[in-house]
């Protein structure tokens, strides 16, 4: 069975202070791992797309990278509008599902 | 945005009524799925479309069907509500030849009494 977990499950930020959120994952035959930003009362928000391990991706502030067992989602400098829940998400090879973690909740203080 | 939307936005229903949930995009995109998001659990799948009439089940199928008539139009239905499907359900949809990414719409707040 494919299994994400996502630590921490909270992580509160002064502005311009980097760090990582992490995602670790079990899963027969990975296709993708997915990063997605949530807002409240908002949909999921696709970020990237990461396919095999060694993969990193950027977009503003975000970085994220990928190895055979788990995900960083580095920010860099964060800004107030970075505050959301982060999801990440696995695809294995042999069907068209992603499998969810439950999620980290990032909140950057001014 | 990916062109995704979903009706009604909130929902209040009694249980033991039928609801039907609707998911519409204008992307032309092959997959389509519904998810419902808990605190605790995560997004999980409910059911999901790989075509017009072409269905299958998710983790959390028991209590739900879903029908797609139309590429663009995925419902979901909800037979004899109960207190436990009380949730927040999304539709997502993908393209699903080559880039596997899926888009989220934007939710449906439904709440059984």
């Known amino acids: 069975e494919d299994q994400v977990t996502q630590s921490p499950e909270a992580l509160r930020l002064q502005e311009g202070e980097s760090s990582s959120l992490n995602c670790s994952y079990t899963?027969?035959?990975?296709?993708?791992l997915f990063w997605y930003r949530q807002d409240p009362g908002k949909g999921p928000e696709f970020l990237f797309t990461?396919?095999?391990a060694g993969e990193e991706k950027e977009k503003e502030r975000l970085k994220a990278t990928l190895t055979k067992k788990e995900s960083f989602l580095h920010i860099t400098a964060p800004k107030p509008e970075d505050t959301a829940t982060y999801l990440c998400?696995?695809?294995?090879?042999?069907?068209?599902?992603?499998?969810f973690g439950t999620g980290t909740r990032l909140t950057i203080i001014p | 945005d990916a062109g995704i939307t979903q009706s009604p936005r909130h929902k209040v229903t009694e249980t033991g009524t039928p609801v039907t949930l609707r998911c519409h995009q204008t992307?032309?995109?092959?997959?389509m799925y519904w998810y419902r998001q808990d605190p605790g659990h995560g997004l999980r799948l409910i059911h999901y479309?790989?075509?017009?009439?072409?269905?299958d089940k998710g983790e959390v199928s028991d209590g739900y069907s879903v029908s797609r008539s139309k590429t663009e139009d995925f419902l979901l239905t909800l037979e004899s509500a109960t207190s436990s499907q009380t949730s927040v359900y999304f539709c997502?949809?993908?393209?699903?030849?080559?880039?596997?990414?899926?888009?989220f719409g934007p939710g449906t707040r439904l709440t059984v009494t």
């Open positions: 998400a696995v695809q294995a090879s042999r069907n068209e599902k992603l499998t």
């Open positions: 990461l396919y095999s």
């Open positions: 479309s790989y075509g017009v009439k072409d269905t």
């Open positions: 992307e032309n995109h092959r997959y």
């Open positions: 899963v027969s035959g990975l296709r993708g």
């Open positions: 997502a949809i993908s393209s699903g030849t080559g880039y596997y990414e899926q888009y």
